[in-house]
């Protein structure tokens, strides 16, 4: 065995020592192969978070992947990453994160006094996970490896990339005010960030991406609030025009999806506010706004939640309306290897928003 493939294998080990019974991107979905939840169920990740997000095994795990980063390109410096979290009013509860950080970051002294004035700052994307995953979806899928590789080849410059765990929310305030994830999103976590990090804070230097559950988010926060972000991209996003069937558990009857947003979305789905968090109704109402976002989004065409269909509908809703937008189907299924196939490309179009706004 390489020593690369022996780090590979005792990050996986370490991942189930830690808690985890089964790394995400090895397991089939409780919601079909390779679905939403990316194979790892929330009842697995509540039973497992304590033990292993325990400061000692998480610990163990960011190390293994630094090395791992070494060994691959030595010659290189390799950027961090760097988790903490963000104590929420509007949550009632801390909020993990984890921020990924350029190898330049750190290159000088200024990086301890984030606030001065003469200190470089960096454009930000925040990125937005799955159902099931968290704020190391980046580590989980291997993601963050690919980053890296796309920097070392000059094909992406540098900007900070920061994943909040996004829980189950789909990143919306609920139907019931009792979670309201979208205001902690943009009133506590963005300001937070930006305040803590050397970022360039403002619209052209600010960036969402996400996948599944997150790709859906993005577009949404990115629909519904243009003038916060310069470019908005999605894989696989989780695009339904119309509200799912409502789903009877008692007899098995209905949609499986509108069963697990019911909690969300009301139960039965609320047709108004359903709408008012659509991404295809937001595109309309904002329209000229949107208009000025670069937009990207892809899906797979064999996509097992039919998402594939729902990113065609806003190809078609996004040109009925005039707005300019990059969209592919590509062959394949939902899940990590689809994102892992097709993540650079939403690296390098986010790395090209941020250079044009230069």
């Given amino acids: 065995m390489s020593l690369r493939l022996a780090i590979v294998d005792a990050y996986v080990r370490s991942t189930l020592d830690c808690g985890g019974s089964t790394p995400p991107w090895r397991s089939s979905s409780a919601l079909g192969q390779g679905g939403l939840n990316h194979g790892f169920s929330h009842r697995d990740y509540s039973k497992a978070a304590s033990s292993r997000r325990s400061p000692r095994c998480f610990a163990r795990i960011i190390r293994l992947v630094a090395l791992l980063a070494a060994v691959c390109n030595p010659a290189h410096a390799q950027g961090r990453i760097e988790c903490g979290v963000v104590t929420s009013r509007i949550l009632r509860e801390a909020v993990r994160y984890c921020a990924f950080l350029p190898s330049s970051y750190d290159a000088t002294a200024a990086s301890k006094n984030p606030q001065a004035k003469d200190v470089?700052?960096?454009?930000?994307?925040?990125?937005?996970?799955?159902?099931?995953?968290?704020?190391?979806?980046?580590?989980?899928?291997?993601?963050?490896?690919?980053?890296?590789?796309?920097?070392?080849?000059?094909?992406?410059?540098?900007?900070?990339?920061?994943?909040?765990?996004?829980?189950?929310?789909?990143y919306i305030n609920s139907r019931d005010g009792h979670e309201r994830y979208s205001d902690f999103f943009l009133q506590e976590f963005i300001p937070s960030i930006e305040h803590q990090y050397r970022v360039r804070a403002g619209r052209n230097t600010r960036g969402i991406t996400g996948m599944s559950m997150g790709?859906?988010?993005?577009?949404?926060?990115?629909?519904?609030s243009p003038q916060l972000f310069s470019a908005v991209s999605a894989h696989s996003a989780a695009l339904v025009a119309e509200p799912p069937r409502t789903s009877n558990r008692s007899t098995g009857e209905g949609s499986p999806l509108a069963g697990m947003l019911g909690a969300l979305?009301?139960?039965?789905?609320?047709?108004?506010?359903?709408?008012?968090?659509?991404?295809?109704?937001?595109a309309k109402r904002n329209a000229a706004a949107v208009a000025g976002l670069k937009i990207y989004f892809d899906c797979g065409s064999e996509d097992s939640f039919g998402f594939d269909q729902g990113a065609r509908d806003l190809d078609e809703e996004l040109a009925a309306l005039k707005v300019k937008h990059e969209f592919h189907i590509y062959p394949g299924g939902h899940g990590v290897d689809y994102f892992l196939a097709h993540v650079a490309a939403s690296m390098e179009f986010h790395s090209r928003a941020f250079q044009e706004a230069r």
């Fill in 120 to 170: 470089r700052r960096y454009p930000v994307l925040y990125s937005l996970h799955g159902l099931g995953d968290n704020e190391q979806s980046l580590l989980n899928t291997g993601a963050w490896s690919l980053v890296q590789d796309l920097r070392e080849q000059h094909k992406i410059g540098e900007f900070l990339i920061v994943t909040p765990d996004g829980a189950r929310s789909f």
């Fill in 215 to 224: 790709g859906y988010g993005a577009l949404r926060f990115a629909f519904a």
């Fill in 265 to 282: 979305f009301g139960n039965p789905i609320d047709p108004a506010f359903w709408n008012a968090n659509s991404p295809f109704v937001l």
